[in-house]
């Protein structure tokens, strides 16, 4: 007895010890896999900025306050389309180990590069006029600092993040991870504050429908505002500095983390997207009010949610402000260098995209305006880099294995004719009279 009891002792130990071994294995599984992630999150967190700048304030405030809770599904059918396009771009851009502009350069000839540039350029600057604006009313609504000279101090910000980039493309991304998260924080203080009908909300996000003529403009200006051309062209050069193993294997390892790190970072910018619209509708279209500003947005918060709330907004238009004006500049340097091989010095491009902002700025248009117009630019831009992209990523000879399959390049072509057919009929709607 005392034996079997022994043996059964034994046994039990054993398997105590190999249920410990297991777990520990698992355990060390775990944090090798989750350290192999980290290593690779980072280049969507940059990118994702684009996708909660101050263009989507203006666009998503407008829809909301004019719209109540109709056009959220647009939110959501332009972040499934940014998902899918950043994929392609840090595809192309692990394939091939150049950016986009680069691809071109080698692909198209020097004629065609020079429109695509000026094209790209064009997008830039609309895209720097929205985040300029953005960071600039954000200190004059929290510091009533002058709208001048919050513009003035707003591009030395701006300019002082982008030298941190000297210091590692890892700095940049944790700067401005920082700041998604502080947008995201006071956006989740915005929605507790505004009680929102959620049933409502939840219809409305997978129910399309566009009321009248001014609801194409606005739907436009949020395409625009979510699938924003400039970081199609700088995710395929974030992901450059991610991987070194060129092999097969590794290539598709890294795409895949990197898939992994754009579902985080774009689901992270939709749900802030879509608290835009939800909050502004909630607060703003519940009590009557079309919000043609930025400024009456936050001044009209306080009174209707309290300081909290307004103070909450400001800081998230701050955030947003400064965070995308870095990725905008950064994404122009990519531009200017990839497609014509401009050898401009590094601050000189930065002031270049910069100017059209602080000339908005100083000759007093109205902020928001100008934010919708720049959105529903780059939204006729837009299928330039789509077009540029699936002509590239399809050949077996530059993408290797990473070539898009038929089905991926059929959904290119469905989403670029969306796009082209929106601008068509918008174009339509404002020659009628109707926009």
Known sequence: MENEKSLANIDVSAKKIFTLKRLTNNGMEMSNKLKQLLKFLGPAFVVSVAYIDPGNFATNISGGSEFNYTLIWVILCSNLMAIFLQTMSAKLGIATGHN????CAKVFSKKVNWIFWIVAEIGAMATDLAEFLGGTLGLYLLFHIPMIYAGLLTGLITFIICYMEKYGQKTIEIIISILVAIISIAYT???FLAKPDWTQVGIHTIIPTLPNGQAVLIAVGMLGATVMPHVIYLHSQLVQHRSTDSSVQGKLIHLKMEKIDIAIAMNIAFIVNA???????AVFYKNGMVVNSIEQAHKSLQPLLGSLSSDSFGIALLASGLSSSVVGTLAGQTIMKGFVNLSIPVNVR???TMMPALLIIAVGINPIYALVLSQVALSFILPFPIIQMLTIAKRK????ILANKSFVRFLGVLITTAVILLNALLLYLIFTGKA
């Open 100 to 103: 986009l502009p680069e691809m």
């Open 275 to 281: 608290a835009m619209v939800v909050v502004s509708a």
């Open 397 to 400: 000879d530059l993408m290797g």
């Open 189 to 191: 203080i915005e929605l």
């Open 350 to 352: 930065r002031l270049i």
